[in-house]
């Protein structure tokens, strides 16, 4: 099996998860970025980021060099934004969709106080094009990078990947 971790990380949470993850893997690793900057003040970027979500955004995002249709499993991983994934993830779920059909898609999310419905989101995009597995959450502190989350549940993760 084929594997590619694509993830987008504002604050670095997710790019750490996502890193060990592609170290583990041996695999290749890309990051979703955005053209435009999100404010640095964290409030600001809280608000912003908060609106972003609630309008359904889509920002334009940096073009990733991979063709997604040469791998088997899809590992992608985005931050929690107002219960559901960031915006740059929507520009690129709907931007690479039909690279994916028929990929086994594996959700992964960093998050600090509530999940909300990001891998119910991601599965309802992607339903008709690929075969959505088993989203794996990672808890942060609050406004921090410290992992609460267990970190041999990114070895359940690896494990899960390769069954
Ligand atoms: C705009 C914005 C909205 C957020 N919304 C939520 C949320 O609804 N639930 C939650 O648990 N965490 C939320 N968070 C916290 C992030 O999900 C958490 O800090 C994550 O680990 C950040 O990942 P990153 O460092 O890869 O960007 C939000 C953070 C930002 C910036």
Redesign the pocket.
Same mark, same amino acid.
């Given at each position: 099996m084929k594997n590619i971790v694509v993830?987008?990380? @504002? !604050? *670095?949470?997710? $790019?750490?998860i996502a890193k060990d993850i592609a170290k583990k893997l041996k695999c290749k690793i890309v990051e979703i970025k955005t053209i435009k900057e999100y404010p640095s003040d964290?409030d600001e @970027?809280? /608000?912003?980021? #908060?609106q972003?979500?609630m309008d359904k955004v889509e920002p334009e995002i940096k073009p990733l060099e991979v063709d997604f249709s040469k791998y088997d499993n899809i590992i992608i991983g985005s931050?929690?934004? $107002?219960? !559901?994934y /960031?915006p740059a993830v929507r520009t690129f779920l709907h931007s690479y969709k039909d690279q994916f059909k028929y990929k086994r898609l594996f959700p992964f /999310? !960093?998050?600090? #106080?509530? @999940? *909300?419905h990001i891998f119910e989101d991601i599965n309802r995009e992607n339903v008709r094009t690929s075969i959505v597995k088993i989203g794996f959450e990672?808890?942060?502190e609050?406004?921090s990078?410290t992992l609460i989350t267990p970190l041999k549940d990114i070895d359940r993760f690896i494990e899960y990947i390769n069954l």
């Open positions: 993830y987008y990380s @504002l !604050t *670095g949470n997710t $790019r750490q964290y @970027l809280r /608000a912003v980021g #908060k972003e979500s931050p929690v934004w $107002r219960y !559901t /960031a /999310a !960093t998050y600090d #106080k509530q @999940l *909300g990672f808890q942060y609050e406004d990078s």
